[in-house]
Every structure is written in structure tokens, then in C-alpha cells.
């Protein structure tokens, strides 16, 4: 078992920057990689960003050059550092951790880009 607890959403301004945070506890030695969603209303839950146990990252196409994610294995926790950010970014943003049974997702925190 996997509890993960998203943090860091708000509002902001178009152009500004947020970090979310997601605190991993439990049998974190079981994950392969961690990753970050969104959801708008009434649209799929789609891929930001993921990073490996390796290190490796990748990003969607319209984040890619704005957002970054890390992680701190010290603290088990997984960041999305979020530069420029347009209207269109707002949405429910959620953490998620992939063992090789199971997906975990945390509760998910709300990101509204707007003036």
C-alpha cells in the first residue's frame, strides 16, 4: 500500500508559478514511477509528467519547457514545478504512484490560473 498527499494548489495570476508537492508513505520501495494528472471539468484525466525510479522524466506536449518535475527521496516526496502558467492549466491536479500490482492516487489539489 502506497498513501500519497498532494499539496501547493491555488490560485494565480496567468504567467505565474506554483510547486505541488506529493508526500509518498508506506511501501514507497515498491514504485516503478511517480506521476502528475490533471482533470478539467468535463474533459479526460490526462498525463503531465512522470518520473522514474531512475531519474528519467518526460512531460506532455503542452507542458514542456513550463513545468518540471523532481523528486527528494530524503523527504519520499515528488514536486511539479509550474513556470508560466496559462489559463488552460487549470484544472484538479493528482499524484500517482505505479507498483507493479497497483496504481495509488492521492486526493488530488485544485489549480485555477486566472485574473
Known amino acids: 500500500q502506497v498513501q500519497l498527499v498532494e499539496s501547493g494548489g491555488g490560485l494565480v495570476q496567468p504567467g505565474g508559478s506554483l510547486r505541488l508537492s506529493c508526500a509518498a508513505s508506506?511501501?514507497?520501495?515498491?514504485?516503478?514511477?511517480m506521476g502528475w494528472y490533471r482533470q478539467a471539468p468535463e474533459k479526460q484525466r490526462e498525463l503531465v509528467a512522470e518520473?522514474?525510479?531512475?531519474?528519467?522524466?518526460s512531460y506532455a506536449d503542452s507542458v514542456k519547457g513550463r513545468f518540471t518535475i523532481s523528486r527528494d527521496n530524503r523527504k519520499k516526496t515528488v514536486y511539479l514545478q509550474m513556470n508560466s502558467l496559462k489559463p488552460e492549466d487549470t484544472a484538479v491536479y493528482y499524484c500517482?504512484?505505479?507498483?507493479?500490482?497497483?496504481?495509488?492516487w492521492g486526493q488530488g489539489t485544485q489549480v485555477t490560473v486566472s485574473s
Open positions: 500517482k504512484a505505479q507498483t507493479v500490482p497497483a496504481e495509488y
Open positions: 508506506g511501501s514507497i520501495f515498491s514504485i516503478i514511477f
Open positions: 518520473i522514474t525510479s531512475g531519474g528519467g522524466t
